[in-house]
T-cell receptor, first 116, second 110 residues
């Protein structure tokens, strides 16, 4: 088990372009989360999936953002018509709901997006 | 809306000194509280998770306490080492998502 994997690690794009990030969760984890972290701040929740169902979305997730998790495995986060304010670290986490009720989230290394 | 606050935002100590990191939260109905470590430009590493029914958790030199009535958690790191230099984040789970504080950036000077 290699942990949560995110690709790419860094992305530089020009304003107005579309970008897509990928997250591969820990195998057998049924929950997958996306967070955004700007410099000097803690991560902020964007959305989460249980299996293939997207169960919650933050108000931070504008209509330019879309996330999918086909077949309940990997997930993609797409940002359309990027703006400079989208520059941030995008973090993915996964967890397995279990009888102990802990629901520990394990994070990937993140994708750093820079919009020029 | 849950709010999580970490004070101070930055802390510098000499090697060997004990570290005390504070976290306060507004939602007393938390499900659990989790402490993370983040190295520059990297993702988050989970350190300790305290469930709402627990008062503390320990792992090696780390000890985290939880006081729901006062809305506070404290992370203690004994005998700090330069390798402990990082940003420490606390988060509360009141539902399916984590709400994070802004973090405390720690520098342990050799």
């Amino acid at each position: 088990d290699t942990g949560v994997s995110q690709d790419p690690r860094h992305k530089i794009t020009k304003r107005g372009q579309n970008v897509t990030f990928r997250c591969d969760p820990i195998s057998e984890h049924n929950r997958l989360y996306w967070y955004r972290q700007t410099l000097g701040q803690g991560p902020e929740f964007l959305t989460y999936f249980q299996n293939e169902a997207q169960l919650e979305k933050s108000r931070l997730l504008s209509d330019r953002f879309s996330a999918e998790r086909p077949k309940g495995s990997f997930s993609t986060l797409e940002i359309q018509r990027t703006e400079q304010g989208d520059s941030a670290m995008y973090l993915c986490a996964s967890s397995q709901t279990g009888g102990d009720g802990k629901n520990i989230q394990y994070f990937g290394a993140g994708t750093r997006l820079s919009v020029l | 809306k849950q709010e999580v606050t970490q004070i101070p935002a930055a802390l510098s100590v000499p090697e060997g000194e004990n570290l005390v990191l504070n976290c306060s939260f507004t939602d007393s109905a938390i499900y659990n509280l989790q402490w993370f470590r983040q190295d520059p430009g990297k993702g988050l590493t989970s350190l300790l998770l305290i469930q709402s029914s627990q008062r503390e958790q320990t792992s090696g030199r780390l000890n985290a306490s939880l006081d729901k009535s006062s809305g506070r958690s404290t992370l203690y790191i004994a005998a700090s080492q330069p390798g402990d230099s990082a940003t420490y984040l606390c988060s509360e789970a009141a539902g399916n998502k984590l709400t994070f504080g802004g973090g405390t950036r720690v520098l342990v000077k050799p």
